[in-house]
């Protein structure tokens, strides 16, 4: 029994003493780890610039909207850039959530805004395809901003 007591000791004060240390280095940190957020990066197709704003101010922007109202997340953007050649984007969408535990179950979270404004899955399927004829995707980056204290 001693053994035991002993062991679940020393166990408990590593536990303590890598809590302590962890919260001390965190401390040292000039900054604070602040939102996240992810970048679509976008290109339209040719002639359907247009097209695919329509759809961003629609029924992207509806879906944004209730995640926002239902505090899935803080904020979302569109931005427009020039693109250099063919394979960069024309357009970056940018979605903003609270912090990194915000992605952990995103899907389960939103099942219900999407079917509601989109519909049954085999419907978001067939508007994903119909996507895909006015843009593609060139990439996606997650960045988490860094408040300086």
Do not use: H, N
């Not at 944004?64 to 899935?72: D, L, P, S, V």
């Amino acid at each position: 029994m001693r053994i035991k007591t002993r062991a679940l000791g020393a166990l408990a004060g590593l536990f303590s003493f890598v809590a302590l240390a962890g919260a001390t280095q965190a401390a040292d940190r000039p900054y604070t780890e602040g939102p996240v957020s992810t970048v679509s990066s976008i290109r339209t197709a040719p002639g359907m610039f247009q097209t695919y704003m329509k759809y961003l101010s629609t029924t992207y922007k509806s879906l944004m909207e209730e995640q926002k109202k239902a505090g899935i997340i803080l904020d979302y953007a569109v931005y427009q850039t020039t693109p250099r050649d063919a394979d960069d984007p024309d357009l970056y969408l940018v979605v903003t959530y609270k912090d990194m535990a915000a992605l952990d179950g995103l899907a389960d979270r939103t099942e219900a805004i999407q079917a509601k404004l989109i519909g049954t899955q085999d419907q978001r399927d067939a508007a994903a395809i119909d996507r895909e004829k006015m843009r593609r995707p060139v990439g996606q980056q997650m960045m988490r901003q860094l408040i300086l204290k």
